[in-house]
């Protein structure tokens, strides 16, 4: 960003942006999630360790099928309550699924149970040697890769507030990957950009 900015012949301190970060990327983040499309019927959930201020937390995903993020929460349990705290968060956005993947986390299945919209909903669990076909694992590297650069994360709100604009970021660029045509691909790239600019508005 300092780079972007100094190349307008911008000069901006890194507590600049942090504080641009703590007042912008909360509406940033429901700007983008409004204009998303509508999203697929089945989700892919896992959770992964992460560490804010040196205590363990557990960042917990879902993706659809394409691999755009549904949405993220940062949770200090990983217990049947923290898995029905997310999905009552993510069944307050989108309309129960079709079915529902995820790993041998006994904690999915008993939140499940104690949510009535979600017992006709199939439920797969994803054994571990199949972890690889498993759409959510290549959704955690990015998070893996902003707490190495920025050598962890410091608070809990902040990282939420980070990681959620950050998914929001991918998911608007999904599918402007070199796995698809050039013509496709810049298409794809100037619809992302043009609800980038509305997003700012």
Not at 68 to 84: F, M, N, S, W, Y
Not at 155 to 164: D, N, P, S, T, V
Not at 165 to 171: E, F, G, I, M, P
Request: charged share 25%; aromatic share 8%; hydrophobic share 40%.
């Amino acid at each position: 960003m300092q780079e972007l900015l100094h190349e307008r012949g911008i000069q901006v301190s890194h507590e600049t942006l942090r504080q641009w970060n703590i007042k912008f990327a909360p509406l940033l983040t429901e700007e983008l999630r409004h204009r998303e499309p509508r999203r697929g019927s089945r989700w892919f959930l896992d959770e992964v360790c992460v560490e804010v201020g040196g205590i363990k937390h557990w960042l917990w995903r879902a993706v659809d099928e394409s691999g755009a993020v549904l949405d993220i929460l940062l949770q200090e349990h990983r217990d049947t309550g923290a898995a029905k705290s997310f999905f009552v968060r993510l069944l307050g956005e989108y309309d129960a699924p079709e079915v529902i993947y995820t790993d041998k986390l006994w904690s999915y299945g008993a939140a499940i149970r104690e949510l009535p919209v979600l017992h006709s909903v199939k439920h797969v669990q994803v054994i571990s040697t199949a972890r690889c076909n498993h759409l959510v694992e290549p959704s955690h590297r990015p998070t893996r890769q902003q707490e190495r650069s920025q050598l962890g994360f410091k608070r809990r709100r902040r990282a939420q507030e980070f990681l959620a604009l950050h998914a929001r970021v991918s998911n608007l660029h999904c599918h402007t990957r070199t796995t698809v045509p050039a013509p496709l691909r810049r298409s794809n790239q100037d619809a992302a950009l043009l609800r980038w600019r509305d997003a700012l508005q």
